[in-house]
């Protein structure tokens, strides 16, 4: 696709229940990020892939948290037994390859809403 | 460990005045520096970013940012402030080890008065 395309764009979930978010990255992008935006703590990292293996799964906040990712494109992430702390907008990124000077492309994020 | 700091959570310009958004950061070896944009409810774009070479960079919609080694700042800058210029800023530097994880500012709000 010509962007990073992410689903559902908004998510309204009862506390307790899972749910799971999908980013489909720029076609041919190796790198894969996901980072968590919420009032007060600004952007956090939260994972990252290289092609299908996660080297780095460090922000990820507790093992209520998941992902995967596919066929070196389409990434899920997965909150089991949702709390209302995991309100947030999440957003997913994809770059050409992993290093620190290229460039990430972002798309317009999930807004998870726990009631 | 690397750290980014964004000083002032909101700024407010004129239109047609000078926009002046800081940003300092902390990092052991020389960074990669970035600023991204961040229009309501859509992703972060990025505006321009610094990995070697010539210190003053040139961005989209006319922003620029120097980077500075010895103030440890990457300040962005734009002469002439316009309207459709009001969203969310965020600086953010590399994280050492080449794996492409930003470590963001907390985000400065710029509003652009008539």
């Known amino acids: 696709g010509a962007g990073v395309s992410q689903s559902p764009s908004n998510k309204v979930t009862e506390k307790g229940k899972d749910v799971e978010l999908r980013c489909d990255p720029i076609?041919?992008?190796?790198?894969l990020y996901w980072y968590r935006q919420s009032l007060g703590q600004g952007l956090e990292f939260l994972i990252y892939?290289?092609?299908?293996?996660?080297?780095?799964k460090s922000g990820l906040p507790s093992d209520r948290f998941s992902a995967e990712r596919t066929g070196g494109s389409v990434s899920t992430l997965t909150i089991q037994r949702t709390q209302q702390e995991d309100s947030a907008v999440y957003l997913c990124a994809s770059s050409l390859v992993a290093g620190g000077h290229t460039e990430a492309f972002f798309g317009q994020g999930t807004r998870l809403t726990v009631v | 460990a690397q750290s980014v700091t964004q000083l002032g959570s909101h700024v407010s310009v004129s239109e047609g005045a000078l926009v002046l958004l800081r940003c300092n950061y902390s990092?052991?070896?020389?960074?990669?520096l970035f600023w991204y944009v961040q229009y309501p409810n859509q992703g972060l774009q990025l505006l321009l970013k610094y990995t070697t070479g010539a210190t003053l960079v040139k961005g989209i919609n006319g922003f620029e940012a120097e980077f500075k080694k010895s103030e440890t700042s990457f300040h962005l800058t734009k002469p002439s402030a316009h309207m459709s210029d009001a969203a969310e800023y965020f600086c953010?530097?590399?994280?050492?080890?080449?794996?492409?994880?930003?470590?963001f500012g907390q985000g400065t709000t710029l509003q652009v008065k008539p």
């Open positions: 990092s052991s070896v020389p960074p990669y």
């Open positions: 076609s041919g992008h190796t790198a």
């Open positions: 892939f290289q092609g299908n293996s996660a080297p780095d």
């Open positions: 953010a530097v590399s994280e050492i080890g080449n794996t492409g994880k930003l470590i």
